[in-house]
């Protein structure tokens, strides 16, 4: 799943598609890339980031998801809210990726898939001392009770995902990835989103001589070296800025796999 934030501040590519055409140009490549989902957001969830207006968000992203629908690309909206998700899916849209896990309601009304994310409490507040009994079973439970509600509510391309950095210190994020495979026996398929996140800042600058923080966009090894782990252990989908290199490094693996 290839990402397309048409945003001015989305923590990796704030500004670079904001302008409508360079989003469509953009999913465009990430297709030839090999991605097979497009995840078009017009809202950033950055941690502290404030909300955006409906009308805006509409305004953001319904050109991009028309143009990219009626070129046949599989698009996924990111939004939080069912009017924009009710919109998106009206343009084109074939999914409804809801970080907030609160819109299986709408994905079963307009009979898209549906993603249910975990995080805890909301973008503004999510990073002040997250806090869990088991990180790995708190997040499985509630994931299991959010996709299970949405399979109930008719929608039948359910998945989830466990959130990495909406509301969980690089410890938690660690453990949930290290312990994938217990989201992965739930049987729903498995969506992971490590691209480009803090916590691969903080983990370059400890193998840094110098400890300095890499930015974003120079996030490619962590990101890479994270979605062939989430691969491997069992995960169905990664959703990643840099499709090419993530895409060259899965069939590295599967080749290496099949040998
Ligand atoms: N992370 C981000 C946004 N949407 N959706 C799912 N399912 N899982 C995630 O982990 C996830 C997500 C945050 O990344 P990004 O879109 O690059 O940044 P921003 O929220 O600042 O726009």
Do not use: C
């Amino acid at each position: 799943m290839g990402v397309v934030n048409v945003t001015p501040d989305s923590f990796s590519d704030g500004g670079r598609f904001l302008d409508h055409s360079a989003a469509i140009a953009h999913a465009h490549t990430l297709v030839a890339q090999g991605a097979d989902w497009v995840d078009v957001g017009g809202e950033s969830t950055r941690p502290r980031a404030e909300p955006v207006p409906v009308d805006e968000e509409l305004r953001r992203v319904l050109p991009v998801i028309e143009a990219l629908a009626a070129d046949g690309v599989a698009v996924s909206i990111d939004t939080r809210k069912a009017g924009v998700a009710r919109a998106a899916v009206a343009a084109g849209a074939r999914m409804v990726n809801d970080v907030s896990s609160s819109l299986a309601e709408v994905a079963a009304e307009t009979g898209v898939g549906f993603v249910a994310m975990h995080m805890l409490g909301d973008p503004r507040t999510m990073q002040d001392h997250p806090a869990y009994d088991d990180v790995v079973l708190d997040v499985r439970d509630y994931l299991v009770d959010r996709a299970g509600a949405a399979r109930t509510a008719g929608v039948a391309d359910v998945w989830i995902d466990p959130g990495i950095g909406f509301g969980k210190t690089l410890e938690h994020n660690l453990d949930l990835l290290a312990n994938l495979d217990v989201l992965v026996a739930t049987g729903f398929p498995v969506l992971v989103a490590t691209s480009r996140k803090t916590m691969l800042g903080t983990l370059a600058a400890r193998a840094d001589p110098g400890g300095a923080v890499p930015p974003t966009a120079e996030r490619l090894e962590g990101s890479v070296a994270t979605a062939v782990w989430a691969v491997l252990l069992g995960a169905a989908m990664v959703r990643a800025h840099d499709v090419a290199a993530t895409v060259q490094a899965f069939e590295a693996v599967r080749y290496t796999r099949e040998t």
